[in-house]
């Protein structure tokens, strides 16, 4: 910025101006004036134009900041040359005024990773011949068209078919407070739309990656349950009066549901929260046996178990009712806590009068750590002949690395990990057919 001009009211633009023009008539004039009001406004401004032209000799003569480019050669030269200028100067908005350096520029951000939004301003004189490759570029190409006159943008409305929030009128630039104002605004919608497009990808490749994973999947494999509360499981190796052992019910027992409807059988539901307790007893489905309990490496315990904090001081997306018995867990830190007993595998099976159970299910909040590495290293692990785990890194003190630690433990105990879902992963026993 030079000393002396006033502090920009927005944040400063980097901002070129192109002009293919070998002359320095009126409306090349009109680029320098451009140029100027908008660096008095504080913005970074340079002017783009063929060397030993006349308008190039006038930007210097004014002080403006000069790029000598081959503007009005339209071949491939110009092309890169314009390429590499982009590349180098990564301008928030390029502004044309003739259609020749419009097209290079055009031409030239294709396949850019930045490509900035262009702002093209249209002449009088050109637009009185306006054939249908020019109308074109402006109604795809450029992002907002400034016309010189007021008539000239109520044609673009009425016999072009332009919408009005894309086509601005400004007689004068001397002022640069309308110029700045369609820049900024130009500027934000981009920034928008390549975050609408970045989401939907995300979105779109995520849902990719999960299709595939699915369809990866060894027969038998079905989804029993809610998109939220949901599993995949192998129901070829669940027995003719199964049991599943689920820890961590929350607010959503559909999984427990359809497994009870499908394969009938009994589900032990354990959770030492009073009020997921609460709502699944009211949601109970026959078959199903509800447990305050804590699940642990041993029965009977006595262990501090952390409530969630208001929902309104929670992450966003979180469910309000996930506690935990880790004190780290971003729901519970701060929050109220309360003393818990707890059960173990070997105790649940006892009740059941069970050697094994169908299914352990655990999203115990970041628990399941301790509770996998001791079932493994005990040998109870083979006790089951399907594990559906939730992992908690990075929501609790633990890492993707002890993830991949516990989850190595559970293969050495004789289990094959068959899906990931997120966060949820799906193992079952190697030795069953």
């Known amino acids: 910025m030079i000393p002396g001009r006033p502090r920009p009211r927005v944040k400063p633009l980097r901002l070129v101006h192109a002009e293919a023009s070998r002359e320095c008539g009126e409306s090349e004039l009109r680029t320098l004036n451009e140029a100027l009001s ?167 490749k995520h849902s990719l990656e999960r299709r595939w994973r699915e369809f990866r999947l060894p027969g038998g494999y079905v989804r029993l349950g809610s998109r939220y509360g949901g599993w995949w499981l192998d129901r070829g190796i669940v027995g003719a009066d199964p049991l599943m052992v689920d820890c961590g019910l929350g607010q959503d027992i559909s999984f427990d549901a359809a497994f009870l409807s499908r394969f009938a059988g009994a589900v032990f539901g354990i959770d030492p929260n009073p009020q997921s307790l609460a709502w699944c007893r009211t949601h109970c489905p026959p078959g199903m046996h509800l447990l305050e309990r804590a699940f642990w490496t041993s029965a009977g315990r006595t262990l501090t178990f952390h409530l969630p904090r208001e929902i309104v001081e929670l992450p966003r997306g979180a469910d309000g009712i996930s506690g935990s018995l880790i004190g780290s867990h971003e729901y519970v830190s701060g929050g109220a806590s309360r003393s818990v007993t707890t059960t173990d595998l070997a105790e649940l099976l006892a009740q059941a009068r069970r050697a094994e159970c169908d299914v352990l299910k655990l999203d115990i909040e970041g628990a399941e750590y301790e509770v996998l590495a001791d079932l493994a290293a005990r040998g109870l692990l083979a006790k089951c002949r399907q594990v559906l785990v939730e992992f908690h890194h990075r929501v609790t003190h633990h890492t993707q690395q002890e993830t991949d630690r516990v989850v190595a433990a559970v293969l050495a105990a004789g289990f094959r990990l068959v899906h990931v879902e997120g966060r949820n992963y799906s193992f079952r026993r190697s030795d069953l057919a």
Do not use: C, Y
């Open 38 to 204: 908008l660096a008095a406004r504080g913005h970074d401004t340079e002017i783009w134009a063929p060397a030993g032209s006349g308008i190039a000799a006038e930007a210097e003569r004014r002080g403006l900041r000069l790029r000598a480019l081959p503007l009005d050669k339209t071949g491939l030269a110009g092309v890169l040359a314009v390429r590499r200028a982009l590349r180098e100067t990564q301008p928030d908005v390029v502004s044309t005024h003739r259609a020749a350096d419009a097209w290079l520029v055009t031409l030239a951000r294709l396949g850019l990773r930045a490509a900035p939004p262009v702002v093209h301003t249209l002449h009088a004189e050109a637009a009185a011949s306006l054939d249908w490759p020019a109308r074109w570029l402006l109604r795809h190409a450029m992002r907002h068209v400034i016309t010189t006159d007021e008539a000239l943008r109520e044609r673009l409305l009425a016999r072009e078919g332009f919408r009005a929030s894309r086509v601005s009128s400004i007689p004068d630039t001397a002022d640069g407070s309308r110029m700045e104002h369609v820049f900024v605004d130009v500027l934000e919608g981009h920034a928008n739309r390549r975050r609408g497009v970045k989401a939907r990808w995300d979105r779109l």
